[in-house]
């Protein structure tokens, strides 16, 4: 795709944001179903917390997708993690490489740092980019409280 551009989250994107939120937290790449109020905190977070960024991908004008990543000091690793929280792109521009480039993107703007990133394993366009990017499956399983 032409004139694709991958640019931090502004204030702009919060209307389109919470629409993707919604589709993707609605969706079954996530276990959770999320809420307007959630979404409402997510871009809040974007805007005044230092430990949350948001990246978006556009063409033309048009947010086709997004990324929330959050950063974090990890013991196992000894050093700084961003957790990739959301990945998302918008139906009608999957399968086009567009995920892809978003990954390389994200990480070239945070180059030495690890990432974690979590993946329902029913998710296998998602598991195979994942895969093909580098990261791979550790032996753990999540627990939430």
Known sequence: MKDII????CIKDNKRLKEMMNYFYHSPAVFTDGSARIFSKNVKALTFNPSVRGYVVENNNIVMGYAIISK???TEFGKKVFYLEDLYIDEKYRNKG?????ISY??????NLIFKLEVEDNNEQAI????KKGFKEFPYKI???
Not at 106 to 111: A, G, L, P, R, T
């Open 6 to 9: 991958f640019r931090k989250y």
């Open 72 to 74: 974090m000091y990890n």
């Open 98 to 102: 567009i995920g892809d480039q978003f």
């Open 106 to 111: 994200i990480i070239s703007k945070n180059k």
């Open 128 to 131: 195979k980019l994942y895969s």
């Open 143 to 145: 627990m939430v409280k």
